[in-house]
């Protein structure tokens, strides 16, 4: 079946790294995502993996996957402030890339 | 580039009427796809529509029904309105094909009373 599964909540101190995670269930997933959505907004695509791939990095971003335990997670070095959203992590695959399949999200508070 | 737009922003109906909302893709695009995202169910896929024909489609009734016209841009419906169909209505756009990179909207917020 479809499940993606990621913990609601993560509080991190301005300038620390933080991490989320996520877990899916369909080893068939091709693409993993990760989104931001900030208060009142539509999402934003941050980066997105391919599952052929271990760890990209963009930036202050970097996207570890660990496809056999079907494990994502996201790393956001030197947390600011304006990091505080929901981080959607999402999958989709083969055929139905524009199906995605979208975790609950993890809410970020940076704390100043 | 104009980013993806979505009308009208909020949207206040009464139970058992219908309503449509209305989303512009990113000049360009062919695809978009509409989600439903509320509190409890988090976001769920609907449709998705490229070149005017529905490609995918999630779990949800009949009374949800969307369409394409052959400008890219998309409409969907939902008739017979309950209150659990309130929720943040999101569209995103993509290239369409095997584009997997979407471009969301700042979504239409309905509450039905």
């Known amino acids: 079946g479809e499940d993606v599964e990621q913990s609601l909540f993560l509080s991190v101190r301005e300038g620390d790294s933080s991490v989320i995670n996520c877990t899916y269930t369909d080893s068939s997933s091709t693409y993993l995502y990760w989104y931001k959505q900030e208060p009142g907004a539509g999402l934003q695509l941050l980066t997105y993996?391919?599952?052929?791939?271990d760890m990209k990095q963009d930036q202050r971003l970097t996207v570890l996957l660990n496809k056999k335990d079907k494990h994502l997670s996201l790393r956001i070095a030197d947390t600011q402030t304006g990091d505080s959203a929901i981080y959607f992590c999402?999958?989709?695959?083969?055929?139905?890339?524009?199906?995605?399949?979208f975790g609950i999200g993890t809410k970020l508070q940076v704390i100043p | 580039k104009a980013g993806v737009t979505q009308t009208p922003r909020y949207l206040i109906k009464t139970r058992g009427q219908q309503v449509t909302l209305s989303c512009s893709p990113i000049s360009g695009h062919r695809s978009v796809s509409w989600y439903q995202q509320t509190p409890g169910q988090g976001l769920q896929f609907l449709f998705e529509?490229?070149?005017?024909?529905?490609?995918n489609k999630g779990n949800f009734p009949g009374r949800f029904s969307g369409r394409q016209f052959s400008n890219s841009r998309s409409e969907m419906n939902v008739s017979t309105l309950e209150l659990g169909d309130s929720a943040l209505y999101l569209c995103?756009?993509?290239?369409?094909?095997?584009?997997?990179?979407?471009?969301f909207g700042p979504g239409t917020r309905l509450t039905v009373t």
């Open positions: 993996i391919f599952s052929n791939m």
């Open positions: 529509y490229f070149s005017e024909t529905q490609r």
């Open positions: 999402a999958e989709s695959k083969p055929g139905g890339y524009q199906k995605v399949t």
């Open positions: 995103a756009s993509s290239l369409g094909q095997q584009s997997y990179e979407q471009y």
